[in-house]
C-alpha cells in the first residue's frame, strides 16, 4: 500500500510561484507512473504532469513551459514547482501514483489572486 501527503500550496499573486511536494510511505512493487492532478471548484479533476516508471516528465499543454515536475526517491517525494502561476492554475492539486493499486492524497488548495 501506498499513502500520499501532499503539502506547499496557498495563496500566491499571479506571476508568482509555489512548490508544491508529496511524500509517499508506504511501497507498490508494481509502480509505474506518479502525477499531479488539479481540481477547480466545479470542474473535472484533470491530468497536470506525470512521471514514468524511468523518470521521464510529461504535461499538460496548459502548463507546459510553466511547471516543472520532479522527484527525490531518496525522500519518496515529488514535486511540482509551478512558476508564472495564473488565476486560471486556481485549484486543489493531488499527488496521484499508478501501481497494482491506484492512490490519491488529499490535496492541496493553491489559490492565485491579486
Known amino acids: 500500500q501506498v499513502q500520499l501527503v501532499e503539502s506547499g500550496g496557498g495563496l500566491v499573486q499571479p506571476g508568482g510561484s509555489l512548490n508544491l511536494s508529496c511524500t509517499a510511505s508506504g511501497s507498490d512493487p508494481r509502480l509505474n507512473v506518479r502525477a499531479w492532478y488539479r481540481q477547480a471548484e466545479g470542474g473535472q479533476r484533470d491530468w497536470v504532469a506525470l512521471l514514468t516508471r524511468g523518470n521521464t516528465p510529461n504535461y499538460a499543454d496548459s502548463v507546459k513551459g510553466r511547471f516543472t515536475i520532479s522527484s527525490d526517491n531518496a525522500k519518496n517525494t515529488i514535486y511540482l514547482q509551478m512558476n508564472s502561476l495564473k488565476p486560471e492554475d486556481t485549484a486543489v492539486y493531488y499527488c496521484?501514483?499508478?501501481?497494482?493499486?491506484?492512490?490519491w492524497g488529499s490535496g492541496t488548495r493553491v489559490t492565485v489572486s491579486p
Open positions: 496521484y501514483y499508478r501501481g497494482r493499486d491506484t492512490y
